[in-house]
């Protein structure tokens, strides 16, 4: 019997680690604006920045990763609120008009949705027109990866046409939901399976690490989970001084960059 015993009891040990521990792999096609982490995964390594005309999020992406130095799980310093913003809305988005034409570049398509939860519309306020300002500016993945970035209406959304990503303002609850396992603790965005999650109390409060400088920030932010859904993973600072990348998790950190909202660096 003690032989017995003894052959099961490797066996259990081992998997009762690895029930404590959790999986060190992020869940595929989650990941998020700052904090990078899956609430299974600690300080894990940074993970480069691939290729330009990746393809889009739904066709699968890398997962995303954190930087060492942003610890487990840890949220930014936040900044004085700049103004009220509702914590839980209806927990649906829904799409809608996006003002202004697409651009005339050509390159691979990428069509888009734009989409707001019940209970934000005044906390997104022209969310939608600079959403789709950032998308279109040469300055962003457009020029960047060679897309062409294609607007759905919500009149071709109700008639079935699909879109490869939904950029959806939300509440930092629907955030956190939609989000996990990332752990966004309701105040990061994130990027999951095609969605783009931007938290409505980041975009109406900004961050630290930007200051009073609300409009770049908003670029930065927009700019920089579209990349997650066109496959790019985190970056980090090429060195003291230099414009941060996109990809670099701004909110958190600048690690001696400066800050640098477009996926051209240094513009």
Not at 36 to 55: I, L
Not at 196 to 214: F, S
Request: aromatic share 4%; with cysteine; glycine share 10%.
């Amino acid at each position: 019997m003690r032989v017995t015993h003894m052959r099961w009891a490797v066996p259990l040990v081992a998997m009762g680690l690895l029930a404590g521990c959790g999986s060190t792999q992020p869940e595929p096609n989650a990941q998020d604006a700052d904090s990078g982490q899956p609430a299974s995964v600690t300080n894990s390594a940074s993970a480069s920045t691939p290729a330009a005309n990746s393809s889009p999020a739904t066709s699968g992406t890398k997962s995303a990763t954190a930087a060492s130095t942003a610890g487990s799980n840890t949220t930014p310093p936040s900044p004085t609120p700049k103004a009220a913003v509702p914590d839980a809305g209806t927990g649906r988005t829904s799409p809608v008009n996006i003002p202004g034409a697409d651009s005339d570049r050509t390159g691979r398509v990428v069509r888009y949705t734009i989409e707001i939860e019940g209970g934000l519309e005044e906390a997104a306020g022209d969310f939608p027109a600079q959403a789709h300002r950032i998308l279109t500016d040469k300055r962003g993945w457009e020029t960047k990866d060679g897309v062409h970035f294609v607007a759905v209406s919500p009149e071709q959304r109700a008639k079935g046409e699909q879109a490869d990503i939904r950029i959806m303002f939300a509440s930092p609850t629907h955030v956190d939901r939609m989000c996990a396992p990332m752990r966004t603790n309701g105040r990061l965005s994130c990027h999951k399976n095609g969605k783009v999650m931007i938290n409505a109390w980041r975009w109406v409060n900004g961050a630290e690490t930007y200051g009073n400088d609300l409009d770049n920030y908003r670029i930065y932010l927009v700019s920089h989970e579209v990349g997650h859904s066109l496959g790019h993973s985190h970056a980090g600072c090429p060195g003291n001084g230099r414009p941060a990348p996109v990809m670099l998790q701004q909110t958190l950190r600048l690690s001696g960059c400066r800050p640098s909202p477009w996926p051209v660096t240094g513009s």
